[in-house]
Structure formats: C-alpha cells, structure tokens
C-alpha cells in the first residue's frame, strides 16, 4: 500500500510541475489550435470537391479527423523535450538523488500529456464543427484513441529523449522517426487507395489505427473494424507503459 502511495505522490508531483509548464506556454496552445484550424479552412475545403471519400464523407472532415490524430501524437512525442530540457538546466541530475520513482514521474508526466491533449481534442472537435461535419457518433472510440495515441508517443517521446544531451537533435531524431508513421497512416489519404508497397507498410504501422479509430469515433466511417482496432492500441499500450519507464530509469542513470 505505502508502495502505491509513493507511485501516486511522485505522480501527482509530475502531473503539477508538467500542468504548469503547458498552462503558462500560451504560445504553445495557439499554434497547437492555430494550424489544423487553418490547414483544413485552407487546402481541406479547397479539395472537398475532389477529393471525397468512396462513402461520401467530405474530404475536410476526414482531414480534419486525420490532423487530430497528428496533434495527439507530435504533442504526445513532443512532450519528451521536457525531459532534454531537464538534462540542459540540471535538474534531471537533480532527480537522481529524490526519492521520485521512475513510475511515479512517468505516469504523472502521461497523465498531463493525456489532460492537455484532451483539452485540445475537445476545443478542436468544437471548433471544426462550426464548417466541416464533424461530430461524436462514438465517443468510446474517440476516448480510446486519445488514451493509446498518448500513452504510446508520449514512451516514444521518453525512449528518444533519454540519448540526448540538446532539443535540436531530439527534434531532428524524433521528426525523422514519426514523419514516416504520419504519412502511412491515413491522415491524409484513405490507405485503400496507396499502392500496394505503401498499403502494405500503412497496415503495418500501429498510427494507421489510431487515426481510423479517432475518425470512427468522429465520422462514424473507418476502414477496419474499430473493435479490432481499439483492442490492439489498448494492448499496445499496455507494452509501451512498462518501455517508458524502464527508459525513464535509464536516462536518470546516464
């Protein structure tokens, strides 16, 4: 019980101290609201036309559900430049010698990601509502997808960040690790029509998923079935937890 205890208050520490540097970063909440707003207003009505998908949904809606996905996860990956910063300013030499638990800052640090991209999951939805059809036929799916999406990046964020000493190679390494999964995964383009390599690599790539799932969620339309879907992010999840926080304790001990 009194193990428990440390988990939640090393937790609860992490949870305030990351809540706090996304509260007072107002920057970072325009931009993060700013560009799908303006990305779909500006390519994704343009292409509605022309670009609609095989059951009729309009293709803004389905980018618009496709750039949620992408501020899910590069914010959830992003997150991990914490952790570079920590090691610049000295504070995460600091850390070593706390009694904080690897777990308990892990888990406090994904439950902030997961609280702030919930709040831009939410403002988003309401604000692309107003010009594309976008809506909440299924909001388990959409709940499903936020909790996997953020747990997942965000222990790829903290496996990235650990082998680095500044923010600009974290950035270069963590662009050209996920600008790959982005691009097959659907969030721009239905996998279906990819050629055969691609849609190949798409069905392998665990974002495919997510994005299909969140577009379930929002549309009501998906390309493979959402039971499916949500059952392997959530296992998925399950195993990218534990490799967070075993690389968490690694980086402390560098």
Same mark, same amino acid.
């Given at each position: 019980m009194s193990a428990l205890l440390d988990v939640y208050r090393d937790a609860a520490a992490i949870f305030y101290r990351e809540w706090l540097r996304y509260k007072r970063d107002r920057a970072y909440w325009v931009g993060q609201l700013a560009f799908p707003l303006l990305f779909v207003a500006l390519i994704g009505l343009g292409l509605d036309e022309v670009a609609s998908g095989a059951d009729g949904s309009r293709y803004s809606a389905r980018l618009a559900a496709g750039l949620l996905a992408l501020v899910l996860s590069s914010g959830a %990956?992003?997150?991990?430049?914490?952790? %570079?910063?920590? /090691?610049?300013?000295?504070?995460? /030499?600091?850390?070593? %010698?706390?009694?904080?638990?690897?777990?308990?800052?892990?888990?406090?640090?994904?439950?902030?990601r997961w609280v702030v991209s919930g709040a831009l999951l939410g403002l988003l939805? $309401?604000?692309?509502?107003?010009?594309?059809?976008?809506?909440?036929p299924h909001p388990w799916a959409v709940l499903v997808a936020l909790t996997a999406l953020t747990v997942c990046f965000s222990a790829l964020g903290v496996a990235l960040a650990v082998w680095f000493l500044g923010s600009e190679s974290f950035r270069l390494i963590a662009a050209l690790v996920t600008v790959p999964l982005y691009? $097959? *995964?659907?969030?721009?383009?239905?996998?279906?029509? $990819?050629?055969? %390599?691609?849609?190949?690599?798409?069905t392998a790539n665990p974002l495919t998923y997510g994005v299909d799932l969140l /577009?379930?969620? $929002?549309?009501?339309?998906?390309?493979? *079935?959402?039971?499916a879907s949500a059952l392997g992010l959530l296992v998925l999840s399950a195993l990218c937890l534990p490799l967070a926080i075993w690389a968490y304790r690694t980086g402390l001990r560098r």
């Open positions: %990956v992003g997150g991990g430049i914490t952790l %570079v910063d920590d /090691r610049e300013s000295g504070f995460l /030499r600091a850390l070593c %010698v706390a009694p904080l638990g690897a777990t308990g800052a892990v888990l406090g640090k994904v439950a902030a939805i $309401l604000a692309f509502s107003f010009f594309t059809p976008l809506a909440v691009l $097959l *995964s659907g969030m721009f383009y239905t996998v279906e029509r $990819l050629p055969a %390599v691609a849609r190949v690599l798409a /577009r379930y969620g $929002l549309l009501g339309t998906s390309e493979f *079935s959402p039971e």
